[in-house]
């Protein structure tokens, strides 16, 4: 490093002095001085704290080699420790340095109201695009008598567990209530989806702008547990709605019905996924919950009712629970247990080895506003979704055809594109 000291014009003979012996460098290392302060002091009858001072006021050193990367200014050091910092490849003089620094708070500003302003537009596109669309779905709502049974059916559902007490609008998804829609939280959106699609529900105007996102296709998705909907019928249709789901049915046609076979199967096995996530969360587990757990829990559910599918979970679980105790195994391994606890449960239950042991209902998991509707309502039989398999419910309907066992479709599945979505640790892939 290409150094030059220069001196203050009335220095003196001993300041000159000082300040070469503190500039003074065995080699061009930055840090390699010759004398420190302490010597210096010693030499000079002066306390070593002074010395930088002295040096300061009487000479400064040129970093000949050291320009300022924006004017071009060669540094100027008046300290050991600002020429030891300096990073000479990249080093910009105070004014410079300052420009710079308001330049960038300029540019961050300009960014900033650019951002504010491309938001603003967005969110005016959006909400824009939210009253068109409730514009359309007003021109074209379905009169009650249109409706097939199944629809009505999760319309009350939707009615008994989120409708306002003016019967106008629907309490938002994230709002946890006593009586849930239905028993998992994927269901729950699905429900909300197609009633949106038949033109029942309608999103609130002003209120769902951050949960609302058109692509450039203009092109929708909603986030069915933020958004807050409105219900498309009156209070007195809603009424009627209401009356019409306790009231009796032609269950025979009910049961021949397969979009109402799907949406009871759907409830079942959304009891038991919300089951199975809630038990392994209390024990720390993290079992896989994909295609594969959801066609074993569908099989289990075409022999045995929701309440002996909850001893096997709790079964299956508990023993999971109780080999991680064991010398060696991690909770990754006890979780990939479960599926095979399952299975291993069911079939002691289902080839006599054991018996059916039925669960009572557990606290955290109450009856849904689905299940209600579409059991309870409609079989006039207490929470007989939780009690008795499909098979049981349905073979008394159905006298003159030969019984199949329910085949349980993945909850949500609908035509569409495979993602994933994580409960706390537990990964559930759907079709959606």
């Known amino acids: ?22 500039w003074l460098r065995k080699s061009d290392k930055r840090n390699g001085f010759t004398y420190t302060c302490k010597e210096l002091g010693q030499e000079f009858g002066l306390r070593h704290q002074d010395i930088p001072s002295i040096v300061k006021l009487n ?3 040129i970093v000949l080699d050291c320009q300022c990367i924006d004017c071009g200014k060669t540094k100027i050091c008046h300290t050991r420790s600002q020429l030891a910092q300096v990073n000479v490849d990249r080093w910009r003089c105070d004014i410079c340095l300052e420009a710079l620094q308001k330049r960038r708070r300029r ?94 529900l309608i999103l609130a105007p002003g209120e769902n702008y951050d949960f609302v996102t058109v692509n450039q296709k203009q092109e929708s998705e909603i986030d069915y547990h933020q958004a807050t909907f409105e219900f498309t019928y009156g209070p007195k249709d809603l009424t009627k709605i209401m009356v019409s789901a306790k009231s009796r049915k032609n269950i025979s046609a009910l049961v021949g019905n397969k979009q109402f076979e799907d949406w009871c199967q759907q409830i079942q096995l959304g009891e038991c996924l919300s089951y199975l996530i809630t038990r392994s969360k209390l024990n720390d587990l993290a079992p ?18 929701v309440s002996v599918m909850h001893y096997i979970i709790w079964k299956a679980v508990e023993s999971a629970a109780a080999f991680v105790q064991k010398p060696n195994i991690t909770r990754k391994h006890a979780s990939n247990s479960i599926y095979g606890n399952i299975e291993r449960v069911f079939g002691k239950i289902t080839n006599g080895s054991w018996r059916h042991n039925n669960s009572y209902r557990d606290a955290s998991h109450p009856q849904s506003a689905m299940s209600k509707v579409f059991f309870d309502y409609v079989f006039g039989i207490e929470d007989c979704g939780f009690n008795y398999t499909l098979d049981e419910l349905f073979k008394q309907y159905r006298p003159q055809k030969a019984l199949e066992k329910a085949s349980y479709s993945t909850l949500g599945s609908v035509q569409g594109a495979n993602y994933s979505i994580t409960v706390s640790s537990l990964k559930i892939l759907l079709f959606q």
């Open 288 to 305: 896989s919950i994909g295609e594969k757990m959801v066609s074993l829990l569908s099989a289990c559910l075409a022999e045995c009712s």
């Open 1 to 22: 490093m290409k150094t030059k000291l220069e001196y203050q014009p009335d220095v003196t003979e001993t300041s000159k002095l000082i300040s070469e012996k503190y």
């Open 107 to 200: 540019e961050y500003l300009e960014q900033c109201l650019e951002q504010e302003r491309l938001k603003e537009e967005q969110k005016q596109a959006v909400l824009e695009y939210i009253n068109d669309y409730r514009s359309t779905q007003l021109t074209d709502i379905p009169s009650v008598s249109e409706l097939n049974e199944v629809d009505m059916l999760l319309l009350a559902a939707t009615i008994e567990s989120r409708g306002a007490e003016n019967l106008k609008r629907l309490i938002s998804l994230r709002d946890n209530l006593s009586l849930p829609l239905s028993p998992f939280f994927l269901l729950d959106k699905r429900t909300l989806k197609h009633l949106f699609k038949l033109n029942l």
């Open 59 to 61: 000479a400064h050193l």
